[in-house]
């Protein structure tokens, strides 16, 4: 695949903070400087971004709990709305567009989550689930709906027979199977999968990582693949993004990350999954947890937990700069050499 | 300790069943193992397959409909079955611990750490206030939690999901039980985490000898801690042994599709973005299950042999702890990707 097709859905110095407030008023001020009015907290989830997918690629997006993987994929799929920077897919700012043309748009991108059990209303048979979106959007109409969902519920596996249960009467991976069949029934190009397998049982886990791999040969889609499983992301992914506390601090070809890992961040990621041919391992760990996104550290958001740290690492941020042929990593380390 | 070493827990037969309206689910049928002192069991198993239904068994926590009809616990020698509820009581919490999945489910979130803890030293022991809160803080210190008297003095909502584990595994750990029960205790947690709290769980069953079920569906983190490992479905042990008979040379079916499915046991065979070798089918209903293998219906080796209920094989010469529920056991079939 080459590099340079143009992206489907470009993410750039994109931003994202919960909890901040427009601007205050003159009386807002005053009531600040007496004390009755308290700053908010504001929760910094994602921070000055860029990430762009390919028709047809499968990126992957790692990083631990909080780092704000899951507000990325939001914002890539158009459920949130970017405090900062901006979201073109197809080369069109999404926030430019007029009513219709957002709305084909915002198609082309869909989502499939993480928990089976709460991602499908459980009071909609699945021929609603699957049907509704589609024939809303004028894909289908009611006459041809049946055959409808009866094909898309084929092409992930399900026996269109079952259509008219409703969601508790299927297991996990079936379930998943259905969120999957929403989200290609309106026809997109790229599918958003937050931890969509993290809830599964193994060899359920296979089946439906089988099923993307073929989705992708059959349809051409395009994976924004986000997990914190690094076995997974190494299997399915063409490219690898690392995020630690609202920042990419790594991005580079799957092959090349696993080979030669740069950051510090993802050389300790990478020592620490459990790996079925290491047996009776001392498992060496990077010291205390990811910090408050609230209340970041100064500098490089890793330096408190970094084993390298330098005093520059405390007060300047790292740029991601390109250390290799499309292998960028942010890390003070790489000017020193 | 006697010249002849009991093993800390021995199960003989274990059959705990499920009475439902639909009809009596065979939830636990028949489990047997032995598990010596210091040694580290890692029970997997899919979701259903029973694992966590047989540590609350050796606990007495299964709860109606459920129940323990028929098998021996033995701990330390004596049936935790026959005894009274007063007498496994005061075992349960001092010598045999259980930690959960689910850490906000496990601590009382209207409680402060310290108070839970110091509770649960005074269950077992009469100790002053003073003296429990110093024991408490020890363990949370061994924990490897920072600032433990702060820590002490929160609410389990001020903790993050890392230290709130780390403080449930403290509480199981005050009485320096001689056998932990540890049902799924990091699968919520990040990797980061997960490492720290291995790695402070394998120096302390290592330090104090004590043994270790750790129950799991993830045969990777078990392949770094365990010792041995047995395999179940649909309530029974279908592979028994050491972690490298088992990982290296699986003789189930089963076992054998479980590590094929994993993306990374692939990657050593297989290019990237090949397809994942996966089991046909779904666990079985326990309602319905099999006459004989529970494997059978998704068994690539099953012929009319399996039809009949197979036992555990007989330990054999060159491998005596390796023993297998299966009428057609063998190394993996060279087969072509699927």
Known sequence: MSLTTLPLVDLQGVSKRFGAQPPLGVFGQALRRLGWNTPPVVTHAVDGVDLAVRPGEVVGLVGESGCGKSTLGRIATGLLTPTEGSVQVDGQPLHGLNGDARLAARLRVQMVFQDPFASLNPRLRVSRIVGEAARLHGLTDAAGEDDYVSAQLQRVGLDPALRHRYPHQFSGGQRQRIGIARALAVQPKMLVCDEAVAALDVSIQAQILNLFMDLRDELGLAYLFISHDLGVIRHLCDRVAVMYLGRVVESAPVDELFARPNHPYTRALLAEIPRIDQRRTAFNTIRGEIPSPITPPSGCHFHPRCPQAMPRCRSEVPTLRGIAIHHASACHLNDAA | ?338
């Open chain 2, 1 to 338: 300790m006697s010249d002849v070493e009991v093993p800390t827990l021995e199960l003989r037969d274990l059959q705990t069943r499920f009475h439902t309206r639909d009809g009596v689910l065979p939830v636990v049928d028949g489990v047997s193992f032995t598990l010596a002192r210091g040694k580290v069991l890692g029970l997997v198993g899919e979701s259903g397959s029973g694992k966590s239904v047989t540590g609350f068994s050796i606990m007495g926590l299964v709860d109606p409909p459920g129940r323990v009809e028929g098998g021996q616990v033995l701990f330390q020698g004596r049936d935790l079955l026959q005894m009274s509820n007063a007498e496994r009581r005061a075992l349960r919490g001092d010598r045999i611990a259980m930690i959960f999945q689910d850490p906000m489910a496990t601590l009382n979130p209207v409680l402060r750490v310290d108070t839970q803890m110091i509770e649960t030293v005074q269950a077992h022991r009469s100790v002053s206030t003073m003296a429990a809160r110093k024991q408490a803080a020890d363990t949370l210190a061994l924990m490897g939690l920072s600032n433990a008297e702060e820590r002490l003095r929160a609410y389990p909502h001020q903790l993050s999901g890392g230290m709130r584990q780390r403080v449930a595994i403290a509480i199981a750990l005050l009485h320096g039980p001689d056998l932990i029960i540890a049902d799924e205790p990091t699968t919520a947690l990040d990797v980061t985490i997960q490492a720290q709290i291995l790695s402070e769980m394998q120096k302390l069953v290592a330090a104090r000898g004590t043994s270790l079920i750790w129950i799991s569906h993830d045969l990777s983190v078990v392949a770094g801690l365990a010792d041995e490992i047995a395999v179940m479905y649909a309530g029974r042990i279908v592979e028994h042994g050491t972690v490298d008979q088992v990982l290296d040379d699986p003789q189930h079916p089963y076992t054998q599709g479980l590590i094929g499915s994993l993306p990374s046991a692939n990657l050593r065979t297989q290019r990237r973005g090949a397809r994942l070798r996966q089991i046909a089918g779904m666990a079985p209903n326990l309602l319905q299950m099999p006459a004989g293998c529970a494997f059978a219906p998704r068994c690539a080796r099953a012929s009319a042999a399996c039809a009949a209920r197979p036992e555990m094989s007989a330990p054999s010469a060159d491998a005596p702890s390796h023993r297998v529920r299966c009428f057609h056991p063998g190394p993996v079939a060279v087969e072509a990707p699927v």
